[in-house]
RNA sequence: GCCAGAGUGGCGGAAUUGGCAGACGCGCUGGAUUCAAAAUCCAGUGCCCGCAAGGGUGUGUGGGUUCGAGUCCCACCUCUGGUACCA
């Protein structure tokens, strides 16, 4: 019985395609050249997830879409393989990460292969590959050779950094110095999340609320020595190039948002006595505003410098490098207390909380305003980040939330300078008595010879004049941190660095690179992969062979920490050109010929760090003249997640039904009777025990019991994952790829339904059957389909799907070019006759969508060649036009009537016909028409009194 | 709190961007086929009134612009993501 059986064609097919060679890239592009790329996924043990195949479909769609319209595809897919779990893996089984890694490697790949996607697999990559993570080695090898030349906007060799004549005058040393602190990788102190019960390192992820996620043990922040990127040198960059790209505007603004750039001041307050001041003011307007800051004043970042005159105090961070030299001996006690506490306390414990209760410390030290000449105190306080600017503020109250709520806190001057005029929203007498807080922008007041400008000529001009002065300098600065580069692990890339170890076996602070002749530097084999109880990376424990090197007598030790994750995706897109160069990461040409990525697909949860951080590497690499773009993605789009089946929740407190709206949350998040406080147990209802009522659902049974119905984030621990393997098995995967594609938008948060997969399948049970005589023994065509031309009709039906299948492929919209080839079903499966130059063409439409039914229904319809390469049906505008169309006739905005007339018929028959209709004229009689609206082709419509 | 996106039948979702709301699929109802069932095929299916013809009503809520609004404007509500004192 030749039924549609995809568990045969499917594998014959993708044999086929593997045996041909069907989709192998040529080496440079033949015909324009289309980059088609998914964002690679991280092979965990847990093996594909439904949510993979969804952006990798849409892709796939496009890439052979692209090569039936004759253009050259890269279309490569690889693994993203370092990583966290691979390494808790091993220290639970003392295995190296590398075997699981591979393991899982390999059933990934079985399970892409399984969905019949087109990739280039002689391409395929794993950044856990030797070969391949050589020359993400030789990547960070350009980092550290390079700096930023703030002059020229752009990275240049470390060679060509002119070094000032005073740091050459303190010798060779000093030089080396000068060089490491200017590179764009660099090494740092920075804080470590610690956990001393499980003796390691945690991520920023592992670590919730202070605890580590696994046995919730206390975290405590440690500084140590780090790797970091400059990325903040290309701030600006990364924030212009945004404007040039074809992405989403919303991606565009997190991006924007994560690097935040934002203009003001940098202002100098002098930590002197009122007398000094103004003896300091006028050695400040001949020496102008240093660069560096001296130690008489304590500069702070402002965007607001026209509030200057209401700077009622300042606040430093309790990391601040003045703390110590400002503390008054009378305060030294409490602010002491004050910064431990503050140093034990995450970022996240900071600022986070239900009270979010501002706390700070006086120093006992006073600065002057500049503005009024007179002394304002300075406390410490931690909603001022040591980090940001210059981790110093001026505080005005009156117009900044944040300074408000401290103010009213401890008592702190609140003076208005900015009036808020009577058009805004706020209590203006309660901000010009200094009981609110207004932060927009008004005109100036008690601001001397400012009064009366507005905020925008008051920031332009106090800022001249702060320039002017001395004290003070115009100022950019950015959210965006330098890029905490190293991690405590084993399983990452080691860096091809080597530190000189003098006499004594210790660390000179001499760093040198690995030759790039040696490159790459392979991880060691470990005895075993347990912590070891130190905040020391676990390579610490490698064989002595591997860790010590010698050269030219002197001894080095192997820079032990490893890179993050982030860097093998950085580049990976580039590999893909030139997978198996071994004397090069990538060949030039190559790279010119195919870069940038047309099309790349993936999660938003990549919005920000992924994307940002391979666009800083892709600048660099640009920079330093081994690529040929400014920008690797050109398009990029975002899946939206696939959620659980819709579940349907109701709620019982002590064995009896509450209603939905009876609840609420507790400050736990848990769901509490809000009447006695009591908890609500959840149970899960089937969808015949619910109604739906007004616009929520009721118990059936006791409909005035409202229920929770929504999809949830699929989860192991609910039980609602959807495995891939099963749906191929039980339908297939062109219908597991169909429905993905069916389901609604692709960039659209969606919800499984098993029943919808059964839908689509039908469909291509139906599209067999309107090819094959499935109750025949032998596989074969039936009758029905013949050698004569369509019918009009027919031929109607199939240049319109020819012509909406295109545009919905091409507008990346799948779930209505699915609808349509539907609508193409539908109708011939009703016809007697189906002439082959229908029934081809739609073969052939379907093909990028559910690509294994369809070459096996070309093969059948007596085609030798895979349909890979075969030429996009065309379709004939003039075939796709009804001769006559139906035209509504409106009276008042209402349809009161319908005409039939020709196509091409103008405005003034159509009203001349539409007012000779029965029907309308009965309407009409004894109204008086004010106005005709005729639009031809669409409709009339008449408004009458 | 702030930012972004979204609210359309029982459900997933369509709607040349201001012109016949609900394409397509699921579900449901009825019919054909069958000894019967599955499968398949055909028809119907927003809601309300009505035996029917027909009429009314309808895109989260309230207002507005327009001959005409799911689509544009204003205000609000709900949900989903993101974010967290960046001066």
């Given at each position: 019985m030749p039924r549609y059986n995809p568990a045969e064609i499917e594998p014959k097919w993708q044999q086929y395609w593997e045996l041909n060679q069907t989709f192998k890239t040529p080496i440079r592009p033949k015909s324009e050249k289309v980059y088609a790329l998914d964002m690679f996924p991280y092979p965990s043990g847990a093996g594909l997830h439904v949510g993979h195949p969804e952006g990798y479909t849409a892709t796939d769609i496009m890439c052979r879409f692209w090569r039936m319209r004759g253009k050259s595809v890269l279309h490569p897919m690889g693994f993203d393989a370092f990583g966290l779990p691979a390494e808790e893996h091993a220290i639970k089984t003392n295995t190296p990460p590398r075997v699981s890694t591979e393991k899982n490697i390999a059933e990934f790949t079985r399970q892409l292969k399984m969905l019949g996607f087109s990739y280039d697999w002689s391409r395929v990559l794993a950044t856990t590959d030797v070969e391949y993570f050589r020359w993400t080695q030789w990547i960070f090898l350009v980092l550290f050779d390079t700096w930023f030349d703030e002059d020229q906007n752009r990275g240049r060799p470390i060679a060509e950094l002119p070094i000032p004549p005073d740091v050459t005058a303190q010798g060779g040393l000093a030089e080396s110095e000068y060089r490491d602190a200017h590179r764009l990788a660099y090494q740092g102190e920075a804080l470590v999340n610690w956990c001393p019960a499980l003796g390691t390192v945690l991520a920023n992820e592992e670590v919730i609320d202070g605890k580590s996620e696994r046995g919730n043990h206390p975290v405590q922040r440690i500084p140590l020595r780090q790797w970091m990127l400059r990325i903040t040198a290309y701030a600006d960059r990364l924030l212009g190039d945004l404007e040039h790209l074809d992405w989403s505007p919303g991606i565009k603004k997190l991006q924007a948002e994560w690097i935040g750039r934002s203009t003001g001041a940098e202002v100098d307050f002098f930590l002197g006595s009122e007398e000094e001041f103004a003896s300091w003011k006028a050695s400040r307007s001949t020496t102008g505003f240093p660069k560096l800051i001296p130690q008489d004043v304590l500069r702070v970042y402002t965007t607001r410098p026209d509030t200057l005159f209401g700077a009622t105090y300042m606040v430093i961070a309790p990391e601040h490098p003045l703390v110590q030299a400002l503390t008054k001996d009378t305060q030294r006690e409490s602010v002491e207390a004050y910064c431990q506490a503050a140093s034990y306390k995450s970022d996240r414990e900071r600022t986070e909380g239900d009270t979010k209760k501002k706390s700070g410390v006086f120093t006992g030290a006073h600065a002057i305003n500049p503005t009024t000449g007179r002394p304002i105190p300075i406390w410490i306080a931690d909603y001022v980040l040591a980090s940001y600017g210059t981790g110093a503020i001026m505080a005005v109250p009156a117009h900044d939330d944040r300074d408000f709520e401290f103010a009213v806190q401890y008592g702190l001057p609140v003076n208005a300078v900015v009036d808020p005029g009577t058009s805004s929203a706020c209590d203006r007498e309660a901000v010009l008595a200094g009981k609110a807080c207004f932060v927009g922008t008004g005109t100036a007041i008690n601001s001397g010879c400012f009064d009366g400008q507005s905020t925008e000529q008051v920031k332009a001009a106090m800022t001249a004049q702060l320039s002017d002065s001395g004290q003070g300098k115009e100022a950019v600065n950015y959210k965006l941190r330098d890029w905490l580069f190293s991690r405590q692990r084993f399983w990452g890339e080691p860096f091809p660095i080597l530190h000189e170890l003098g006499e004594d076996g210790r660390p000179t602070g001499v760093v040198r690179a690995v030759d790039v002749s040696d490159l790459p530097v392979d991880l060691p084999h470990l005895d075993d992969y347990q912590p070891h109880g130190k905040p020391e990376p676990p390579l610490g424990k490698s064989p002595h062979d591997w860790l010590y090197v010698e050269i030219d007598g002197k001894r080095f030790r192997r820079e032990t920490n490893t890179m993050p994750q982030w860097a093998g995706s950085c580049w990976y897109y580039l590999r893909f050109i030139d997978p198996r160069n071994n004397s090069a990461f990538c060949d030039p040409e190559l790279e010119k010929a195919w870069m940038p990525v047309d099309l790349y697909v993936g999660g938003a949860e990549h919005a920000v760090l992924h994307l940002l951080y391979a666009r800083f590497w892709h600048k660099v690499l640009y920079d330093r003249g081994h690529v040929s773009t400014v920008e690797p993605f050109q398009k990029l789009v975002n899946q939206g997640m696939i959620l659980g089946e819709v579940e349907y929740t109701g709620y019982q407190v002590n064995g009896q039904w509450i209603s939905t709206v009876d609840l609420e949350k507790d400050e736990l998040g848990q769901l509490v009777c809000k009447a006695t406080g009591a908890m609500a147990q959840a149970v899960v209802l089937g969808e015949s025990e619910v109604t739906k009522k007004g616009d929520g659902f009721v118990l059936s049974a006791e409909q005035e019991v409202r229920v929770d119905s929504r999809a949830h984030k699929m989860s192991k621990s609910r039980g609602n994952v959807v495995n891939p393997d099963e749906i191929v098995r039980e339908y297939g995967a062109d219908s597991l790829r169909l429905y993905e594609m069916f389901m609604g938008p692709l960039?659209?948060?969606?919800?499984?339904?098993?029943?919808?997969?059964?839908?689509?399948?039908?469909?291509?049970?139906?599209?067999?059957?309107?090819?094959?005589?499935?109750?025949?023994?032998?596989?074969?065509?039936?009758?029905?389909?013949?050698?004569?031309?369509?019918?009009?009709?027919?031929?109607?039906?199939?240049?319109?799907?020819?012509?909406?299948?295109?545009?919905?492929?091409?507008?990346?919209?799948?779930?209505?070019?699915?609808?349509?080839?539907?609508?193409?079903?539908?109708?011939?499966?009703?016809?007697?006759?189906?002439?082959?130059?229908?029934?081809?063409?739609?073969?052939?439409?379907?093909?990028?969508?559910?690509?294994?039914?369809?070459?096996?229904?070309?093969?059948?319809?007596?085609?030798?060649?895979?349909?890979?390469?075969?030429?996009?049906?065309?379709?004939?505008?003039?075939?796709?036009?009804?001769?006559?169309?139906?035209?509504?006739?409106?009276?008042?905005?209402?349809?009161?009537?319908?005409?039939?007339?020709?196509?091409?018929?103008?405005?003034?028959s159509l009203e001349t016909l539409a007012l000779a209709d029965p029907k309308t004229a009965e309407l009409l009689a004894g109204k008086q028409v004010i106005k005709t609206i005729v639009v031809p082709g669409r409709l009339v419509s008449f408004v009458v009194k």
């Open positions: 960039e659209a948060t969606k919800p499984w339904s098993m029943s919808g997969v059964s839908g689509v399948r039908n469909f291509l049970d139906r599209v067999w059957r309107m090819y094959v005589d499935y109750r025949d023994d032998d596989l074969r065509l039936l009758d029905a389909i013949v050698d004569q031309s369509p019918t009009a009709e027919q031929n109607q039906v199939l240049h319109r799907t020819i012509a909406a299948v295109t545009h919905d492929i091409e507008a990346m919209s799948f779930n209505t070019a699915i609808a349509r080839m539907m609508e193409f079903a539908n109708f011939f499966t009703k016809e007697q006759t189906r002439p082959r130059a229908a029934m081809s063409p739609f073969v052939l439409l379907l093909a990028p969508f559910a690509p294994h039914l369809a070459e096996e229904l070309w093969s059948l319809l007596g085609n030798t060649d895979s349909l890979a390469y075969e030429p996009w049906p065309k379709y004939d505008e003039a075939a796709t036009k009804s001769a006559e169309i139906e035209i509504p006739i409106q009276i008042n905005g209402k349809v009161r009537g319908r005409l039939t007339v020709p196509a091409e018929c103008d405005q003034a």
